[in-house]
């Protein structure tokens, strides 16, 4: 029987923690099947810049902009029910 609980155990990230934040660099706006279980409830940047070009200041963006949303996982707002209709 295949459960929730058995289907990630089988992923080579079984065990470690969840991503909080995937940043994809290079302007796509895609996660390309990387961590697609896992990203369920992470959080995703995408910036206009090439991998080899990425330094410090990119990591500091991404980290800002991360630490200005309001993450609910998956839990929807009343309000966002409401506007929704």
Do not use: K
Not at 22 to 46: C, D, H, K, M, T
Not at 57 to 72: E, G, K, M, N, Y
């Amino acid at each position: 029987t295949i459960t929730e609980s058995v289907f990630a155990g089988s992923l080579s990230t079984a065990g470690l923690p969840l991503p909080d934040l995937i940043i994809r660099p290079s302007g796509e706006q895609r996660l390309s099947n990387f961590l697609l279980w896992e990203a369920a409830y992470a959080e995703l940047v995408f910036q206009d810049v090439l991998w080899p070009d990425y330094d410090a200041a990119s990591l500091a963006d991404a980290i800002t902009a991360f630490r200005s949303r309001d993450r609910r996982f998956g839990g929807a707002v009343s309000v966002d029910v409401l506007v929704a209709g």
